[in-house]
């Protein structure tokens, strides 16, 4: 049967606006609560900042929550797009950043203990058609040699043990949930400068 509910605000109870009613006077008031503003407004208060953050709907109501909640090394284009358009040096840069973008999310998970499934598992990406599947061997040894990033091409029949995990109920591949994320990301806090 067919579900037209958004599966990740299935995944966490919504979080609840605060009583508290907006304050008068802050150092920085933050519009939107998703990654982007929740991320700022965590950063300004660590710093010592009075932060409000004001969102028209719930925390993560967005874009935030309506994403696959995958953390994956690497950026939207290809390996080799990325060479042809920045150049090789910046392309490593760029993708050595992406690495680093990973540690940040399991950082900030652990320090603020959101309850989100995070786990470093790895990714699958599978051909759709053979003709795909031609270039994937080529690709992976593009990204070793340039970024020093190991992958592994697999045939499909090699396939179905992996593919069974991401598929069954089985807890052995696990992604951080983008609603629980934010929703843990948002917890109220009362904090005064320097705190």
Not at 113 to 131: D, N, T, V, Y
Request: glycine share 8%; with cysteine; proline share 4%.
């Amino acid at each position: 049967m067919l579900s037209e509910k958004n599966f990740w605000n299935s995944t966490v109870e919504p979080a609840s606006r605060p009583d508290a009613a907006v304050p008068s006077r802050v150092d920085v008031a933050i519009v939107g609560g998703g990654y982007a503003g929740l991320s700022a407004a965590r950063v300004l208060a660590r710093s010592g900042a009075r932060v409000a953050v004001l969102e028209q709907e719930t925390v993560g109501w967005g874009a935030s929550s309506r994403n696959a909640g995958m953390v994956l090394t690497g950026m939207k284009l290809g390996p080799e797009a990325l060479v042809k358009k920045y150049g090789e040096a910046r392309a490593r840069r760029m993708f050595a950043f992406s690495l680093s973008a990973i540690d940040t999310v399991e950082r900030i998970v652990n320090e603020e203990q959101i309850a989100c499934g995070f786990a470093r598992s790895g990714h699958l990406e599978a051909a759709w058609k053979p003709a795909h599947f031609a270039g994937y061997a080529a690709a992976a040894e593009f990204m070793e040699k340039t970024f020093g990033h190991r992958v592994q091409v697999l045939e499909a029949s090699n396939c179905q043990s992996l593919t069974h995990a991401f598929t069954s109920t089985s807890r052995t591949v696990r992604r951080r949930y983008p609603r629980s994320t934010c929703v843990g990301k948002a917890r109220p806090r009362t904090t005064s400068p320097g705190s």
